[in-house]
């Protein structure tokens, strides 16, 4: 039923059932990975690293590892300005990218585009946009020419709860419901947009109710469950792939940081992110792990101990990484030479 909510229906899978043991060992890699590299770029920016500002998605985790699992390897992406969730879930270098926020010519777009743009083409990651909602209608025309090719491709696209409201996600909704395209619109609704909570901005909390005014199948999860992520967002990719068109996802969630760099989140009210601590995913995760004997504690603390490494050494190999020069800048903005 299209707009229908399913969230607390009763579903509850297995992590075995859904990922298998490997899978599982994978999934708990990748947030491990999301979660240390967004403490060492807060760590880099406090440092004097940063170039710029950066916003960060430390308890948004299992939105990415969930949703970027059911892709393939040919499927198209678009994401926020807090998308570096997104990006290690799908396997960009992590030198690359933290030369990237570094401002470093090493970086996957030669330093140009730092933490808020980070692309990686051949990966399918077309870009994060600093414009609120400004991925919604490039993951629309991404679909378009999915579509048009016939080998089965689907585009996804991530967006906040204050993006809900802007017109580029109605136009794009409405769009790829008309023409059917192989859209996954997935919302990580953290409850705040910037600064304002979002009965301030909107006039519901379950933001699914929108998918029903363009005949759109929506579904509500537990953004903080990646099993249930990652379940959900199969059963919407296999329904693109299948021509039915795009399915609206909506990931409560909610970030443990601040908007910004510049931002201590004194706005919420006491308890709230401490109450949101206690449902911290990769807690949650690891919990279920030990209860369905897929790691004990020794392979877990092993696996933290390697991703914890593997992420300090890219950062300390990034920041050695020689600054960009000024003729790149240059033939990475103008399509032509200038004259006087």
Known sequence: MAGKSS???????????????????????KLLLIREFENKVYDSFVAGLVQGTTHLCQGQEAVSVGTVMALRDDDYLTYTYRGHGPCIARGMDLEGAFAEIFGRS???????????????????????????????????????SARERGIGQVSMTWFGDGATNIGAFHESMNLAAVWKLPVIFVCENNLYGEYSPILSTTPMQD???????YAMPGVVV???????????????VARARAGDGPTFIECKTYRQCGHSRSDAGKYRPPGE????????????????????????????????????????????????GPWPEVRPLHDATYAGTLTA
Do not use: C
């Open 222 to 236: 537990d953004g903080n469950d990646v099993v249930a992520v990652l379940d959900a967002t199969r059963r919407a």
């Open 106 to 144: 090493t970086g996957v777009s030669g330093g140009l585009g730092g933490s808020m743009h980070l692309t990686d083409m051949q990966l399918g990651l077309l870009g994060s946009f600093a414009i609120v909602g400004a991925g919604l209608p490039v993951a629309v025309g991404a679909g378009i």
């Open 273 to 320: 992110l401490d109450a949101w601590m206690e449902r911290d995913p990769i807690v949650l995760f690891r919990n279920r792990l030990l209860a369905e004997g897929l790691l004990d504690k020794a392979g877990l603390a092993a696996t933290e101990q390697r991703v914890r490494e593997e992420v300090q050494a890219a950062a300390a190999r990034a920041a050695e």
């Open 207 to 213: 933001l699914v109710v929108r998918a029903s005014a």
């Open 7 to 29: 969230e607390a229906t009763g579903r509850v899978v297995s992590i075995a059932s859904v990922l298998g043991a490997a899978g599982a060992r994978t999934a708990y890699e």
